[in-house]
């Protein structure tokens, strides 16, 4: 059975530090892995999707990486905003079937303090 | 403009009283999903449509129920809501199944009193 795990649960930095977010996954077998963002009593939106093929996506200041072999995700913000606060949520999809069941990890609430 | 609507925003109900979540979506998408959020915990996938075909997740409670009487409206139907139902349910479409992007509405907040 799939299970997505983030660390940390939460993370507070000051405005303008790079952050790194983690995700890992216990079975490899992924057709892709999508970062989404959250805000506070909001729905998902999503940021970058990473298909199984590939090794990183990058949108803006933010950058995706994917260790398949590893079970491994990274989400990379450069120059933090305080606009940047939300919860980040990792989320992966099986590899297979065409349901496209997702698989979220608990997520990362990010503050970023001006 | 808004693709994916979910009303209300805000649902209070009682105990064991049956409670219906709405969502609709402007995309003429093939695929809907609803998930359900517990507080600080990950979306969990209850069940999908795809067109008419329902497709029920095997750990979903019996007390959920689906209905999708067209295209653009899908149903979430609690029967007896009990206080573990409290959660955030987000609605979700994807263009066809398998489909890699899925667009996600705001979710109803559920209570349970």
């Known amino acids: 059975k799939q299970e997505v795990t983030q660390i940390p649960a939460a993370l507070s930095v000051p405005e303008g530090e790079n952050l790194v977010l983690n995700c890992s996954f216990t079975d490899s077998a992924i057709y892709n892995l999508q970062w989404f963002r959250q805000d506070p009593g909001k729905g998902l939106t999503s940021l970058l999707l990473?298909?199984?093929?590939?090794r990183e996506q990058t949108s803006g200041r933010l950058n995706a990486s994917l260790d398949k072999s590893s079970g491994r995700s990274t989400l990379y913000i450069a120059a933090s905003q305080p606009g940047d606060s939300a919860t980040y949520l990792c989320?992966?999809?099986?590899?297979?079937?065409?349901?496209?069941?997702?698989?979220f990890g608990q997520g990362t609430t990010l503050q970023v303090k001006p | 403009d808004a693709m994916v609507i979910q009303n209300p925003r805000y649902q209070v109900t009682q105990f064991g009283k049956p409670v219906t979540l709405s969502c609709s979506q402007t995309l003429n998408h093939n695929v809907m999903y609803w998930y359900q959020q517990k507080s600080s915990q990950a979306p969990k996938l209850l069940f999908h449509y795809y067109d008419k075909d329902f497709n029920n997740e095997a750990d979903t409670p019996d007390n959920f129920q689906s209905r999708r009487p067209n295209t653009s409206f899908c149903f979430l139907d609690i029967r007896s809501p009990g206080l573990g139902d409290a959660a955030m349910y987000l609605c979700?479409?994807?263009?066809?199944?398998?489909?890699?992007?899925?667009?996600f509405g705001p979710g109803t907040r559920l209570t349970v009193l």
């Open positions: 979700a479409t994807s263009r066809v199944r398998g489909s890699d992007t899925q667009y």
């Open positions: 989320a992966v999809r099986q590899g297979s079937g065409n349901t496209g069941k997702l698989i």
């Open positions: 990473i298909q199984s093929s590939q």
